[in-house]
């Protein structure tokens, strides 16, 4: 997966960029989250490490750990640490 070319590394208030592990710990899947300076919703690019579905969409964050779920599969999808940029 690519991030959208509008990026710019200077407007995010935070980014980060994981693989994903299925069950056996196999890195099958990749998430890209993001949130842009004065916005409260996170925006992910996310390919499910358990049934291999890829979406994009946004979402808001309150408490970390963060978490996604998958919307195909349903799962939860613990995004373990975000580096503050
Ligand atoms: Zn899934």
Redesign the pocket.
């Given at each position: 997966m690519e991030l959208p070319a509008e990026i710019n590394i200077k407007d995010f208030a935070y980014i980060t960029r994981r693989r994903l592990r299925d069950e056996q710990g196999e890195p099958k899947g990749e998430v890209f989250l993001w949130r842009r300076k004065g916005e409260e919703e996170f925006n992910y690019r996310l390919k499910?490490p358990?049934?291999g579905?890829e979406e994009e969409s946004t979402v808001i964050l309150k408490r970390r750990p963060y978490r996604l779920k998958?919307s195909?599969?349903e799962?939860s999808i613990l995004i373990e640490k975000l580096v503050h940029k």
């Open positions: 499910c358990y049934c579905t998958c195909n599969c799962r």
